[in-house]
């Protein structure tokens, strides 16, 4: 069964470089996403990209983040100038549709980032 | 301000037994309701998705319940099995976006 793959499974990093995670979305997939979940809280969208674009982004989604379809089956999120608070985990997803749609979101394993 | 509300926080059950979770959410305008199992350190897989015209949806031993005039959801799990123990997430859509809106989960732990 296809499946969303992320990497690395974990990236430590210091306060202040930056950061690439990396996604490789479900193949047939057009819609993509990138989650983000602290330790212990909640799950929270920080932005959906379609067509080479973002199509919706949160609050959370500054400056300091920015998202990339590099070539046709990779998906980034680079975060530059980590700051401690970006420790989380992060989730990829891809789905077909628009999740406004009734479309499954499939997620990855998701890349755990300590910044020290 | 969007939101979804979860309980109970945790919950422990025996092997066999039937559970029930409750959502309330304040999201508008709304789409779809969405269940998801989250295991420790993974990403959540989807359960079941519901539209405002749907009121029950089944998969296999989940089954949830829509109530969009109380904006209300339950996820009913029969029979429980030790791979139940998970995090399960009740996830609100609003029409206007992409963006899935998170409750805080509720913690399942089935015991022997």
């Known amino acids: 069964e296809p499946e969303v793959t992320q990497t690395p499974s974990h990236q430590v990093t210091q306060m202040g470089q930056e950061v690439i995670l990396r996604c490789v979305p479900i193949?047939?997939?057009?819609?993509f996403y990138w989650y983000r979940q602290i330790l212990g809280q909640k799950v929270e969208f920080l932005v959906s990209?379609?067509?080479?674009?973002?199509?919706?982004k949160s609050e959370i989604f500054d400056d300091q983040f920015s998202v990339e379809r590099p070539d046709g089956s990779n998906f980034t999120l680079k975060i530059r100038s980590t700051k401690l608070e970006d420790s989380a985990m992060y989730f990829c997803?891809?789905?077909?549709?628009?999740?406004?749609?009734?479309?499954?979101?499939?997620f990855g394993p998701g890349t755990r980032l300590t910044v020290l | 301000k969007n939101q979804v509300e979860q309980s109970p926080q945790s919950l422990i059950i025996l092997e066999g037994k039937n559970c029930t979770l409750q959502c309330n959410y304040t999201v508008s305008p709304f789409s779809n309701l969405r269940w998801y199992k989250q295991d420790t350190g993974r990403g959540p897989v989807s359960l079941t998705i519901m539209t405002f015209s749907e009121n029950t949806k089944s998969n296999g031993r989940y089954t949830a319940t829509l109530d969009a005039d109380t904006k209300q959801s339950s996820l009913h799990i029969t029979a429980s099995q030790l791979s139940d123990s998970a995090s399960y997430i009740c996830v609100v859509s609003a029409n206007s976006g992409y963006a899935l809106n998170f409750g805080k989960g509720t913690s399942l732990l089935v015991t022997p």
């Open positions: 193949s047939n997939h057009l819609y």
């Open positions: 990209f379609y067509n080479n674009e973002i199509s919706e």
């Open positions: 997803a891809s789905s077909e549709a628009p999740q406004g749609a009734t479309d499954t979101q499939y």
